[in-house]
C-alpha cells in the first residue's frame, strides 16, 4: 500500500476516535495536508481497521492451509444502490433525542418496540411495550409522535410480572398479540394486556429471540441450546375462537442461534436467482412463473405478507405493502461463517458466507440481521467491530461499516432508516452510531444513554429510532426540524 494511502487512513482513524491533538499534530507535519483535509468527505469510514483485518484473516488463513486457493466473491460494490432516493444526492441526517421514558423499570431494560394499536374509536394509539431484569412486561401508550414524546400512566406500572427476566420481544403484525422470551427459556404469548394466550416453546437455556412472521401465521424462537423452533397457528379442535400453535420444524445447530430474520424472496435481475412473486396472481400467471424457476405455495394459500423485518410492523417494505408475499427465514449462528437461508412453506434452503474471500475460517458471529427495505440486502451486526453488508442476489459481501464498538461479550443491534439511505448500529460505548448506506461513511453519533445499549427498533410510521439501555430508559431519537 503506498505511503500517502496509509497516512490519509491513520488520519482518518485518529478524528473518527477523537484523538483531536495527535490528528491536528499530524495534518500540520504531513507532507499531504490538504489531503488530509478532505479525508472524511472522499472515503469510507473505518478504513484503516478494514485493511488491519483483511491482513489478519489473510494470516490466520495461512496457518490453517498451506495453500490459498480462496477467491474474492465477485460483486462490484459500487452497484449498490438505494431504492426510492437520487443516489446521485448525498443525504444528511442530523438526529437529536425526541424524548426519555426512564420511569417503567427499576433494574435494566432488556427489549422494547413501538407499536399501533386499534383502539374502540377506530383510530390508533402508539404503544411501548418493553422487558427486563426486573421480570416486568409494560405495555403503554406513548402520545405526542414524532415530534414529542409523552408516556401516558400506564407506563409507569408493571403490565405482568413473570418467573425469569425477559430477554425479548416482538408484537403480531396485525393483532394486539405478544410473544415474549425469557432467561430460563420459556416462551409465552401474551393479549394486549399481558394475559397469557399460550405456552410456546420451553429451551433449555435462554431463549435469545422470538419473533411472528410477517402475516402472523408463524411465529419463532431462538435459544442458547442451538435450536431453532416455527411454530404454526392452526385452529382449535372445539372449533372456539381460542388459537392453538403447533410445532412446525426444528431446526439444530452446532452453536448458539443468535438471530434469525424474515425476509421478503424478491425478483432479482440475476435470471439464475432463484425468485417468486406474489401469490395473488393467478393461476395462469403461477403456471408460466413456475417455468422460470419460480415455485408459489398450492392454491395461492397465504404465506406470509404485510411488512418486514423482524415481524416489526412499523418497518414496512416499499415493494410489497399490503400484499401477500413469499418469505424466507434467515438464522445467525454463533461460531458460523454462514448464514442459514430456510422457505417458510417448504424444504429449499441454502447459506451465504459472511466471509469476504468466501473462505470458511470463522473470526466473528452473526449478533443481529435485519433486511433493507428494498429486500435485496441484508444489515449483519456481528462481535468484532464491524457491521456487513449482504447481498442476497450475489450471496456475498458487499460492504463493511466500520465505527462501532463491539466484542465477543457485546449484544449490538442494528436496523435501517425507512428508505434504506442510512444504516445504525449499537455500540459498546453507549452510542448509537448511523453511516451513510451508499458511501460507509459515519454522519452521526447518537449519544444520551449511560449505560448498555440493548435493543434498537426503526419505526418507518413516524420516522423516528427507538433505543433502550441498561441504564433503565428508553429514549426516542428524529431529525432535527431545526436543520
Given at each position: ?22 490528528a ?9 495536508a ?9 472515503i ?28 474474492k ?10 431504492e ?111 394475559g ?42 372445539d ?20 438471530c ?31 417455468q ?192
Amino acid at each position: 500500500m503506498e505511503r500517502e494511502k496509509i497516512e490519509l487512513y491513520v488520519y482518518q482513524y485518529l478524528v473518527e476516535k477523537g484523538y483531536s491533538l495527535a490528528a491536528m499534530a499530524m495534518r500540520e507535519q504531513s507532507g499531504i495536508a490538504e489531503s488530509l483535509r478532505t479525508v472524511e468527505d472522499d472515503i469510507a469510514s473505518g478504513m484503516l481497521l478494514h485493511e488491519l483485518d483483511e491482513l489478519d484473516h489473510f494470516r490466520q488463513m495461512e496457518k490453517g492451509s498451506n495453500s490459498m486457493t480462496q477467491k474474492k466473491a465477485k460483486f462490484d460494490a459500487t452497484d449498490f444502490t438505494v431504492e426510492g432516493v437520487d443516489n446521485n444526492v448525498t443525504p444528511s441526517h442530523p438526529m437529536v433525542e425526541y424524548g426519555c421514558i426512564n420511569d417503567r423499570h427499576s433494574k435494566n431494560i432488556i427489549c422494547c418496540q413501538l407499536c399501533s394499536n386499534d383502539n374502540s374509536s377506530g383510530g390508533e394509539d402508539d404503544v411501548i411495550v418493553s422487558g427486563g431484569a426486573d421480570r416486568v412486561l409494560v405495555i403503554g401508550k406513548v402520545a405526542g409522535l414524532p415530534d414529542t414524546v409523552v408516556p401516558s400512566s400506564l407506563g409507569s406500572s408493571p403490565t405482568a410480572e413473570f418467573k425469569a427476566p425477559i430477554l425479548c420481544i416482538d408484537k403480531h403484525p396485525t393483532l394486539m398479540r405478544f410473544i415474549i422470551g425469557l432467561m430460563d427459556g420459556s416462551t409465552f404469548v401474551l393479549d394486549g394486556s399481558g394475559g397469557i394466550v399460550c405456552e410456546g416453546p420451553k429451551h433449555s437455556k435462554y431463549a435469545v429471540r422470538v419473533g411472528w412472521s410477517p402475516c402472523g401465521k408463524y411465529f419463532c424462537t431462538a435459544s442458547y441450546d442451538k435450536t431453532l423452533e416455527v411454530w404454526e397457528e392452526g385452529s382449535c379442535s372445539d372449533g372456539e375462537s381460542d388459537v392453538l400453535y403447533t410445532r412446525k420444524r426444528v431446526f439444530k445447530y452446532e452453536g448458539s442461534v443468535e438471530c434469525f430474520e424474515f425476509a421478503p424472496v424478491v425478483q432479482f435481475n440475476d435470471s439464475t436467482t432463484i425468485v417468486a412473486t406474489t401469490s395473488t396472481q393467478s393461476e395462469e400467471e403461477d403456471n408460466s412463473t413456475k417455468q422460470d424457476g419460480v415455485s408459489n405455495p398450492k392454491e395461492n394459500k397465504r404465506v406470509c405478507g404485510n411488512g418486514e423485518g423482524n415481524s416489526q410492523d412499523e418497518q414496512h417494505s416499499t415493494m410489497s405493502s399490503g400484499d401477500d408475499g413469499v418469505w424466507e427465514l434467515i438464522v445467525g449462528v454463533r461460531g458460523d461463517c454462514c448464514l442459514h437461508c430456510y422457505e417458510i412453506e417448504g424444504v429449499g434452503e441454502y447459506r451465504i458466507n459472511m466471509n469476504e474471500l468466501g473462505d470458511d475460517f470463522v473470526s466473528f458471529s452473526p449478533r443481529d440481521i435485519r433486511v433493507s427495505p428494498s429486500g435485496k440486502y441484508l444489515l449483519v451486526a456481528t462481535d468484532k467491530d464491524r457491521v456487513l453488508l449482504i447481498s442476497r442476489a450475489a450471496k456475498c459481501l458487499v460492504k463493511v461499516f466500520y465505527g462501532a464498538t463491539n466484542d465477543e461479550y457485546s449484544n449490538p443491534r442494528c436496523c435501517w432508516d425507512k428508505d434504506g439511505v442510512f444504516v445504525f448500529s449499537t455500540s459498546q460505548t453507549n452510542e448509537v452510531v448511523v453511516w451513510e448506506a451508499k458511501t460507509q461513511r459515519v454522519v452521526a453519533k447518537l449519544q444520551g444513554h449511560t449505560a448498555s445499549i440493548r435493543d434498537m427498533q426503526y419505526s418507518a410510521k413516524h420516522n423516528v429510532l427507538i433505543t433502550a439501555s441498561f441504564d433503565k430508559t428508553i429514549r426516542i431519537w428524529g431529525a432535527d426540524v431545526a436543520m
